[in-house]
C-alpha cells in the first residue's frame, strides 16, 4: 500500500437485512474514503446502522450492495480467509466493551495477536509491553481485567488495537461504557495516539463534543453517511 492508496474506500454500500417478507434496508448508499492518518467520528441515532457500517467496512459482515476496498483490495474478490488477512494487517479494533480475556494479564492479552500471527513469543512480549507503557500502564502490566478499571480496561484494549501496527483503528462506542472524566482521557489518547503514531481512527460515538474535536466528522441518517 503506498502512502495515497486509501486505508478504507467504500462506494454505495447498502444493506439490508431480511425480516419475515420485508426487508430492513439499514443503508442505502454509503460512500466513505479514510486515508493514512485521518481521524474521523461517526455519530447517529441508536439503530441508525453505525455498528453495521463499521462491520461492513471491517469486512466482518458482506454488503447487499456496494464495495468495500481495504488498502486498495476489494473485499468482494477474496474468501474469508483472505478477508481476514487483510483485515489482521491492515485493521484494529476497539469495542464498547472490552473483550479482553479474563484469565490473563494485560501483558498476554495486548501480545495474544501477535502470537497468534506466530511472532516469537519474546518479541511478542516487548512489543505489547511497549505499547501498554505507551497509553500509560507501564505499572499495570501484570494486572488481569478483573484488577484494572474501566478506564484502564479500554487503555489495554487500544493496545491490543495497536499491537499490529494497522493502519486504521476502528471504534465502536469505545468510551460509551465508561464516567464523563474517564471517558475524555481515553479519548484524549485516541486523539494523542493518532497525531504521534499517524494511526487512522474511525471513531463511532454519541458524544457530540469529542466529535467535535475530531478533524472529520460524520453522521449516519437515514441510511445515508453525511459529512458535517
Ligand atoms: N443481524 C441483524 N439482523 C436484522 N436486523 C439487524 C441486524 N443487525 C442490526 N439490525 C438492525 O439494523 C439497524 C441498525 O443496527 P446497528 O446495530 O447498526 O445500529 P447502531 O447505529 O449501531 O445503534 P446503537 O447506537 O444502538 O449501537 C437496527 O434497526 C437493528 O435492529
Ligand atoms: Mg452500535
Keep these: ?33 479514510v486515508h493514512k492518518g485521518d481521524i474521523l467520528a461517526i455519530i447517529g441515532a441508536s439503530g441508525s446502522g453505525k455498528s453495521t457500517l463499521l462491520n461492513l467496512l471491517g469486512g466482518l459482515d458482506h454488503a447487499t450492495r456496494g464495495s468495500v476496498s481495504i488498502a486498495g483490495t476489494s473485499v468482494a474478490s477474496l474468501n474469508d480467509r483472505e478477508t481476514g ?39 511478542c512480549q516487548a512489543r505489547a509491553a511497549a505499547i501498554l507503557e505507551r497509553v500509560g500502564l507501564g505499572p499495570r502490566l501484570k494486572h488481569k481485567p478483573s484488577a484494572l478499571s474501566g478506564g484502564e480496561r479500554q487503555r489495554v484494549a487500544i ?4 499491537v499490529t501496527e494497522p493502519a486504521l483503528v476502528m471504534a465502536d462506542e ?14 484524549a489518547l485516541m486523539i494523542e495516539l493518532n497525531e504521534n503514531l499517524g494511526t487512522a481512527f474511525m471513531i463511532v460515538t454519541h458524544d457530540r463534543e469529542f466529535a467535535s474535536r475530531c478533524p472529520q466528522q460524520y453522521e449516519l441518517h437515514d441510511g445515508l453517511l453525511r459529512r458535517l
Design 1 to 33: 500500500m503506498n502512502d495515497s492508496t486509501p486505508v478504507l474506500h467504500a462506494q454505495t454500500l447498502v444493506k439490508a437485512y431480511e425480516e419475515g417478507n420485508n426487508e430492513l434496508e439499514v443503508l442505502k448508499g454509503v460512500d466513505l474514503t
Design 85 to 123: 488477512r487483510l483485515r489482521n494487517r491492515y485493521l484494529g479494533f476497539v469495542y464498547q466493551f472490552h473483550h479482553l480475556l479474563p484469565e490473563f494479564t494485560a501483558l498476554e492479552n495486548v501480545a495474544m495477536p501477535l502470537l497468534i500471527r506466530g511472532e516469537k513469543p519474546a518479541d
Design 159 to 162: 493496545a491490543r488495537a495497536l
Design 174 to 187: 469505545p468510551t460509551g461504557n465508561l464516567d464523563e472524566r474517564t471517558a475524555a482521557q481515553v479519548q
